[in-house]
């Protein structure tokens, strides 16, 4: 699988405006509502352990530090 990273430079004192703009876009709860992530769950569905929903299963991790 590709692992892509980049580096992006945010435009001084738009902070606020790129927050804002994800924000819009989707929170993480309703992530499993939007269409492109039922069709990946679809297509994931039989090479993966899924919950009746085709979402996978998943075990949350405990964040143990963070890095900024």
Avoid: C, T
Wanted: glycine letters at 2%; zero cysteines; hydrophobic letters at 45%.
């Amino acid at each position: 699988m590709a692992r892509v990273a980049f580096n992006m430079h945010l435009k001084r004192g738009l902070e606020a405006e790129y927050q804002k703009r994800h924000d819009e876009i989707a929170s993480l709860d309703e992530l499993p509502e939007e269409a492109i992530m039922q069709k990946l769950w679809k297509y994931m569905a039989d090479i993966m352990d899924i919950n009746p929903e085709n979402s996978p299963v998943s075990i949350p991790l405990k964040e143990v530090f963070y890095l900024p």
